[in-house]
């Protein structure tokens, strides 16, 4: 009865819809960004394509969502555009109809640019106007709005099994309906953020524009710092499993691309899964406590992986994207409450830098994949989890 009480008590929020809208543009949006992973598998074939380029792809998307996403945040906070998630949508959209048509390399990295270039756009704004219309349940609205990513990102990849694996690159222009119905999800954030953006001018709220800093400014360094490592644990295991993952079933399993994609979708699920425990887990129990147990848990996990069988790899990756996936909302909310005059810009900082490490990550561990075999990759990524041990640097923040 009391989590019926709760529940019914968060979706009364009069802002409820708009987080519900959110969280479809990002489901819809990661839907969009995951069909480039998802595809490599045909477009090495197509193109034939080393483990290096693929990698190269990788850190071309990924770079451009990341270099830009703290721009963007960083400009939006000085001047709000109620209608910057559909300029997003805009580039994502031309990114995903060279990406179904270009047929030479220079081609497919133009058009994964742009769709970085729109995934850089939608982050930092969308988890801006998450925490605005959030108000007082700031950590249950970025859990709606993360999980809605998250489930996008897992449903890419099946899609791509059952619309793309079967026929060819081009089948992947259909997934423009699904651009039409991220901009119909839209509408109602947008009309909701001008209204508030001209309550805003009515009110000027100065209180908020010079709200005081939790910690002292080198302390607020030192810990961007610790976060920034523990990031870079994260996204590290993380890119050897988005970018990865399904070569290393196919090599050492021999399974079939299309199998391949079904059990990148059984990880990427997982994903969904843990964001949607986390953000409520840490608002009970404390962020710090989640974003520590989070990452250094999953490292049982990954040094299992690389030497269980098929059944079991897959049972692994899926408590291995849960755990680590858990982490990722409350690292956020953390970060916003650091600096909670900048909440476009830290959230485009750590979005960014997520996507930057990824990138990084994925072009190094292509190498190493050419230069060692793909096993040898996640031989070498089980470890970076048990860099989560320094979240016990995090200094103790109001409600963390």
């Known amino acids: 009865m009391d989590f019926i009480k709760k529940v019914r008590k968060l979706t009364s929020m009069p802002t409820f819809h708009i987080l519900l809208a959110l969280s479809a543009a990002h489901c819809l949006n990661d839907l969009l960004q995951s069909v480039i992973t998802a595809v490599y598998p045909m477009l090495k074939a197509d193109l034939g394509l080393n483990f290096a380029q693929i990698g190269l792809i990788t850190l071309v998307y990924q770079l451009a969502a990341s270099i830009f996403q703290p721009v963007v945040g960083y400009a939006f906070d000085r001047r709000p555009f109620a209608w910057s998630l559909p300029m997003g949508m805009c580039s994502t959209s031309i990114g995903i109809i060279l990406f179904s048509y270009c047929s030479t390399l220079p081609g497919i990295l133009l058009a994964v640019f742009m769709v970085g270039l729109g995934s850089a756009t939608l982050h930092p704004e969308a988890s801006r106007i998450t925490s605005l219309a959030g108000h007082e349940r700031r950590g249950f609205a970025q859990s709606v709005f993360q999980v809605g990513g998250n489930f996008g990102g897992s449903i890419g990849p099946l899609l791509v099994a059952l619309i793309v694996a079967p026929h060819n690159r081009h089948y992947v222009l259909w997934f423009l309906l699904f651009s039409a119905a991220c901009f119909a999800a839209m509408r109602p954030i947008c009309r909701w953020y001008k209204g508030y953006l001209q309550e805003l001018k009515q009110t000027v709220r100065k209180e908020e524009r010079h709200a005081k800093l939790p910690l002292s400014k080198s302390m607020t360094w030192f810990t961007i710092g610790v976060i920034i490592v523990l990031i870079f644990s994260k996204y590290i295991y993380m890119a050897s499993l988005s970018s990865y993952y399904t070569f290393y079933l196919i090599d050492k399993f021999g399974v079939t691309v299309s199998q391949s994609q079904i059990f990148l979708f059984v990880f990427v699920v997982s994903t969904a899964a843990g964001t949607l425990v986390g953000g409520p887990v840490g608002d009970r129990y404390g962020r710090k406590l989640v974003i520590w147990v989070s990452i250094l848990g999953t490292a049982p996990f990954s040094l299992l992986m690389p030497h269980v069988s098929l059944p079991l790899t897959v049972i692994l990756s899926f408590c291995a994207g849960f755990t680590l996936s858990s982490a990722f909302p409350a690292i956020l909310l953390y970060a916003q409450e650091l600096l909670p005059t900048k909440l476009g810009m830290i959230s485009g900082l750590f979005f960014g830098f997520a996507f930057g490490v990824g990138g990084i990550a994925s072009a190094v561990l ?35």
């Open 366 to 400: 292509g190498d190493f994949a050419d230069m060692y075999g793909i096993e040898a990759v996640y031989n070498f990524c089980a470890y970076t989890p048990l860099l989560g041990i320094v979240a016990a640097l995090l200094p103790n923040l109001k409600n963390n």
